[in-house]
């Protein structure tokens, strides 16, 4: 997905100054609300979105993964499922007809991973307990098997895991996982969707972004504390011998300097071009060549970076009638950049509510006058909603909100 993306709390933090103010509180987060929203992910009909709730001032036990209906514009109260807190990253598995049907949350209390059961009916369903009925719409806490880590747990994902990707080579399905101290785990999915661990490994400290190549199957991580990506190759025969191995995959210097370094982290679905949030200063968009070369490794090469104002955050991208567009949410600006990802040109600014954080770009869905037309979905933190945009420069609507969901 997305990848996307950014260690929560510690983003925030940096920017607001506090992690919150009031002890946790005994009640559980009310279902079908969006509040302090960190991570998000869209089907791939544009249809739904899911919203992983943080309870970033821990007024309530713990944090929500909830759906919304794009179309509507409506919250579902009867999608709804408890989490941690802190919730991170999401990666989803889609099914053949094109739907996600399983969610995976990192979350960094309890350094835990929680993975849902989605149902694709004509409005989905979450499930993420053995306690709750298949297809119901009762408000749940995740446990038992659907969590790994979390409270009293043997192995959990090291502190503040801020990335999560599936990972598809041929017929097999893993699930890596990226924390900030540079662990970083991999499990084998089975065809439920259910994740076993069975590797570990050490990568860069500072691991912020993590993206799955849609090619090559293989990991990139990026670092707040260094200029540099890392590959993650996943080796799995099915025996209990299954590794990764870490590898340096590109240097981003110049004309890029500065104190802090890559931050989300995306691919456009092609494979050919990786974009990653830079937050300097001065802050930019870092374009690299991923192009596949014969011997089944990638180029890896920066290729040219677009300028941006400061706070970039998330990262989404999609191609759209022969054009690669990238929206970027600027979350101390209230802004979205969006920028032409073939000459790395910003296109516009795009002011939106308080607090963007997580962004997705997917198609305007299948109640739209144009349902293939793209839309940028994002995360308003501080606010507690998602902004519609249109980013589709041949638009007349292009560069403006088409609705906020609350």
Not at 380 to 385: K, Q, R, V
Request: net charge negative; hydrophobic share 40%; proline share 5%.
């Amino acid at each position: 997905m997305n990848a996307h993306r950014l260690g929560t709390a510690a983003l925030i933090f940096t920017m607001t100054g506090s992690l919150g103010c009031e002890p946790i509180g005994p009640e559980a987060h009310p279902p079908g609300v969006i509040r302090y929203p960190s991570a998000l992910v869209v089907d791939p009909s544009g249809d739904f979105a899911y919203v992983a709730n943080t309870n970033f001032d821990s007024r309530y036990a713990g944090g929500t993964i909830t759906a919304v209906d794009l179309q509507t514009g409506r919250v579902s109260s009867g999608a709804s499922v408890g989490t941690y807190s802190y919730g991170s990253d999401f990666a989803a598995r889609t099914n053949d007809a094109g739907r996600i049907d399983r969610l995976y949350l990192t979350s960094r209390e309890g350094s835990a991973l929680t993975w849902v059961e989605v149902g694709t009916g004509v409005t989905p369903t979450l499930r993420c307990s053995d306690g709750a009925a298949v297809g119901g719409t009762s408000f749940h806490e995740c446990e038992g098997r659907f969590l790994f880590g979390g409270a009293g747990a043997n192995q959990d994902l090291g502190a503040d895991p801020f990335g999560v990707e599936v990972l598809k080579r041929g017929d097999s399905t893993h699930l890596i996982t990226s924390a900030f101290g540079g662990e970083l785990n991999l499990f084998r999915l089975d065809e439920a969707g259910a994740p076993e661990h069975i590797a570990f490994a050490y990568g860069n400290s500072g691991t912020y972004g993590l993206a799955s190549h849609p090619v090559r199957g293989v990991a990139f991580t990026s670092s707040k504390f260094t200029n540099t990506l890392q590959e993650v190759l996943a080796y799995d025969d099915g025996s209990p011998d299954a590794s990764l191995l870490v590898r340096e995959a590109a240097i981003v210097s110049s004309p890029v300097t500065g104190r802090e370094f890559g931050r989300s982290l995306a691919f456009a679905p092609s494979g050919d071009v990786a974009f990653l949030a830079y937050r300097g200063p001065p802050a930019g968009l870092v374009a690299l060549d991923t192009r596949v070369l014969p011997d089944g490794t990638s180029r890896n090469v920066v290729i040219g970076v677009a300028g941006l104002p400061e706070g970039p955050t998330g990262v989404g991208v999609i191609e759209h009638q022969g054009r690669l567009l990238v929206a970027v949410s600027l979350f101390s600006r209230d802004e979205v950049a969006i920028v032409d990802g073939h000459s790395l040109d910003l296109l516009a600014l795009v002011d939106v509510g308080d607090g963007p954080f997580d962004v997705a770009i997917t198609k305007a869905g299948t109640k739209s006058s144009d349902p293939d037309a793209p839309v940028a979905v994002v995360g308003l933190f501080n606010e507690g909603a998602l902004s519609v945009i249109d980013v589709d420069p041949t638009s007349t609507s292009f560069a403006t909100e088409l609705r906020r969901i609350r």
